[in-house]
């Protein structure tokens, strides 16, 4: 059984608060001061996140860093 990695559970939270806020991926590239064809890269777990995109993507969809990383499942293993 396979579980998602923090990218694709970050990429996937990322989507669905874009998707809610009614947001293309250009839109949400503007606000977060970002380049559009990033945003695509992060909603498909192409992409290692900075610390500082992360905060600029979760203050541009007015969530918490938190939320995007929600449903993380805990794995104590190392990769």
């Known amino acids: 059984m396979s579980s998602k990695s923090i ?9 669905r608060y874009r998707k809610e806020r ?13 380049h559009r064809t990033y945003v695509g890269m992060i909603e ?8 500082l995109n992360i905060e600029k993507i979760a203050n541009a969809l007015n ?3 938190k939320d995007l990383l929600e449903n993380l499942e805990q794995n104590s293993s190392c990769e």
């Open 7 to 15: 990218l694709e559970v970050f990429g996937s939270n990322v989507q």
């Open 63 to 65: 969530v918490e860093i």
């Open 22 to 34: 009614q947001l293309s991926q250009e839109k949400l590239a503007e606000l977060a001061c970002v």
């Open 44 to 51: 498909r777990a192409e992409k290692n996140i900075t610390l």
